[in-house]
């Protein structure tokens, strides 16, 4: 490598350098959003004067033109990281089940989920979720910045087109084994405000129930996210949505069969005597519901 090639890749690689330390410092904690957004902005601003004085000497312009673009570029995509900086706990807690069509039975199993900012520590957070020493919260999460990023690259990526909201990918799926043009599903998967796709196996066996291919006669908690294959996947908040089950009087759950071992531990650790089926298709949840019926 020459010297005129060693100048030009020079500043590109302490420009890689800078940002890769910067955001290994923001992402396991040591640095805020603010902090991180700053120094990239400095240094876009220090590529951006050596660009102007390099103009007299012999080094090649494209030294510092092309890094001073990437890291303008990269300013651009990482400063909404300044946004979300504010949100320090979420707070799971109790979201009523939810019957899409009635008289199928079937009741779609969530929770609310809050996110807590400008509070001084979680003991503030009890506080807030606490009336007359009744606790109205199943857990007070700490977020952190890798949740954060995490959160915030799948924004922008929605918003650039490049990647849909589970819960468009979940309107999809239910599409291929029902009817969503019933009036109840059409209004439900129409929300704006709706988040995830845990609520797509509950959707499908409330639509094969009311259009006749199986038969349910009793009240049944569901949660479950599905595939175009029919495949059902692992759901978060397992340990939530069996509490809330319970506290609405469900005698039977089912669960995807990747979250059967964790719903078992909460139900032991709670004490409860909800029956939990764990299913890894919709095949094996309509057998689930057949049985039940028996």
Known sequence: MNKNEKMVTIPFLTMTFVYLTELYYYLFGYSSGVQFVTSLFFMSILLFIF???IKKTNIPKRAFVIP???????????????????????????SEPEEVIEETGIFI??????????????QEVRKMFTYNGVKFFYEIMETTNFKRYTSKNKEIFRLLG??????????EYV???????????????SREDSSGDSAGLALVLSGMIHQGDVQNNFPIGV?????????????????????????????HIIVPHANL?????????????????GVK????????IENVNK
Do not use: C
């Open 109 to 122: 199993l969530s929770i609310n989920l809050a996110q807590i900012t400008n509070v001084k520590n979680e």
């Open 175 to 189: 599409s291929t084994y029902i009817n969503t043009n019933n009036p109840s599903v059409a209004e439900f998967l």
């Open 261 to 277: 071992a964790e719903a078992n531990e909460a139900k032991e650790a709670l004490g409860l005597t909800i029956h939990i089926s």
């Open 68 to 94: 001073t673009l990437l890291s303008l570029l990269l300013l651009a995509y990482e400063l909404p990281t300044i946004l979300i900086d504010d949100v320090q706990y979420l707070v799971t807690s109790y």
């Open 223 to 251: 949660t479950g996210a599905i595939t175009k294959t029919g495949k059902v996947q692992w759901v978060g908040a397992i340990k939530e949505k069996i509490q809330v089950a319970n506290e609405h009087g469900y005698a």
């Open 51 to 53: 660009t102007f004085l």
């Open 162 to 171: 490049l990647n849909r909201r589970d819960f468009d990918k979940m309107a």
């Open 281 to 288: 298709t919709i095949n094996e949840a309509i057998k689930v």
